[in-house]
Structures are given as C-alpha cells and as structure tokens.
C-alpha cells in the first residue's frame, strides 16, 4: 500500500479506540491511547495513537493532534526508563506498506532496548512465540502503568 488511499474504519487500532479488540492500555487521555504491542521487538514494546485523528500516516495528521501524540510519546518513554531501566529507546513512526507500516492509524513505537540485546520479535519473548500472551501483557502493563502516570512529560 503506497501513501495514497484513505482512511479505514476497521483497522485494528480503530477496533481498538471503539473497544471492539483487547487492549492493555499504559495511558489514556482525551487525546491519546498509549498500550502495549502485541507482537513485542522488546520488554515493554509500547505505542501511541491518536483517539481524534483519523489520520493514516504523518502527511495527514492535523498538527495539534500530532503535538498530543508526541507529548504522550514522551510520557511513555519517561515512564519506560523508570520502570524497566533500559540502555535506551528506540522510537520509531512509519509511513506506507513500503517502510513496514501495517496498521494505517498513525502510530509512534517506544521500544526500550538493552546493550548486546537486538531489536527483534523474538527478543523478549519465546521463539516462535510471535504475539504475545494476553496474560503476560496484562502483568506487564500493571507493572509499567504506575510509572507512566508519574511521568512528568
Ligand atoms: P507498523 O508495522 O508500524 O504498522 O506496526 C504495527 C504494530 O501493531 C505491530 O508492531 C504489531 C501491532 N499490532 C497489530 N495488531 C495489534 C493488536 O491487535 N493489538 C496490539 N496491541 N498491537 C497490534
């Protein structure tokens, strides 16, 4: 899918907002979700979305909306550092099926990384576990949770 086309309401991340799919939220706002990925590239493989933009990509998110996402950007990733102490974050956004973006509701990624451990689905949890166990995620975000709404962004 290139960067043209238009918005799709039953992405999984619009499922997610109209609370049709699980979810184990980190974070929410009037203007933000932040929550755990299912298919983790590490321990605590976070993303953020806009709840009021129906935007695909950068191109198209308004820029107030986008200002909310990135705010909660920052709280998640302040928050990660306290909870899980990594070496750092990789913070990722893509635009188009031709970058690796999958989900056409716009996204950031907060992954924490960890010297000597590479990005990678297989990282955190067991291989040839791709998705993550919903009752893992749910202890894992009741861990983190807490150091997300001390956050000062
Ligand atoms: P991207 O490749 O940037 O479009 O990333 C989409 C991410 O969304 C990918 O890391 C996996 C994640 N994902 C896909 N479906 C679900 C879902 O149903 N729940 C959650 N929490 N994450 C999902």
Redesign the pocket.
Known sequence: MSLDGVYEDNN??A??LQGK????TLWEDDATLA???????GKG?S?VISKTSRARNILEIEPPALCAVMTTVKRVATGLRTALKPDGLHI???NGGD??????HL?V?IVPRWTGKNLGILSYYEEGGRRAEQAD?AALAAEIRPFIAAAKP
């Open positions: 999984v991340f499922l997610i799919l699980p979810n184990h929550f755990l990925d299912v298919n983790p590239q493989h993303l990722a956004q893509f970058t690796g973006q999958s989900v056409f996204h990624h995620l």
